[in-house]
């Protein structure tokens, strides 16, 4: 890992895939995975196969993306618990009456949540925050929210290393936390660290307009994508909107 955030810093052919093309990818794979019935079982054994080549060809390591996937521990809790709160026909299931709907609700949420955190690993880990945003710059994303995002990327470090001093200036005070009275002490340095960052893009946004800022920040980047990286690219992303069309006209 490096300092770039999520990314994981190797050289693949999905690294090189240009980002807009990544960004474009997930989103019709996503499409095409929350389409799909959740009955039709085969459909998301390919997804997942296909998801399983595309983290091997990104030279991703198994332990990276296995913590990375404890972001997805709510839905699994709300999956497992589904088939014994939900209500509708029951089956039995190892001695245990379940919900039938329960279980194909619960399967649906896990099967498809995991697919797409997975998919969203896989966009995070190769390509770095400044390649995203420029990815979504080249897709036309607004200008002004391109600039947000790019500042809040760029000062989350900072704001983290303010809260990390407050929190040494309180405990070399004698704050030890886990009380409620201390609820108050927490409650300032909160508004101390907003106010402090208002402060700082107050003063970043003049020293922008001093140096002739109009309102427009210049493009990350004016390198587009080819047509062969478009369709490499989007192979995956394709094959898994064929393979949703199949299964709703199998299922039909």
Request: net charge positive; proline share 4%; no cysteine.
């Amino acid at each position: 890992m490096n300092g770039d955030g999520l990314l994981v810093a190797v050289d693949s052919r999905v690294h090189r895939i240009p980002a807009q093309v990544k960004i474009v990818a997930l989103f019709v794979f996503v499409l095409a995975v929350v389409s799909t019935p959740a009955s039709a079982f085969w459909a998301f054994g390919l997804y997942a196969l296909m998801l399983l080549v595309a983290l091997v060809v990104a030279k991703l390591p198994a332990p990276v993306v296995s913590r990375r996937l404890a972001v997805e521990t709510p839905f699994i809790v709300f999956a497992l618990l589904l088939p014994f709160v939900a209500t509708g026909p029951r089956i039995d299931v190892l001695g245990v009456e379940l919900s039938e709907s329960g279980v194909l609700g619960g399967w649906n949420v896990l099967a498809k949540g995991s697919l797409g955190v997975v998919a969203a690993i896989l966009l995070s880990a190769t390509t770095g925050p400044r390649d995203l945003l420029a990815g979504l710059e080249r897709l036309r994303l607004p200008s002004t929210l391109v600039a947000i995002l790019s500042f809040m990327v760029r000062y989350l470090s900072v704001v983290s290393d303010d809260l990390q001093r407050m929190r040494i200036a309180r405990e070399s005070r004698g704050y030890v936390g886990g009380r409620a009275g201390h609820l108050k002490a927490v409650a300032g340095g909160v508004g101390a660290l907003f106010v402090r960052s208002f402060e700082r893009g107050e003063r970043v946004h003049l020293a922008m307009r001093s140096r002739g800022y109009v309102g427009r920040m210049p493009m990350l980047s004016e390198a587009g994508a080819s047509s062969a990286q478009w369709l490499e690219g989007l192979a995956i992303s394709l094959t898994a909107v064929v393979i949703a069309v199949a299964a709703r006209v199998v299922g039909l």
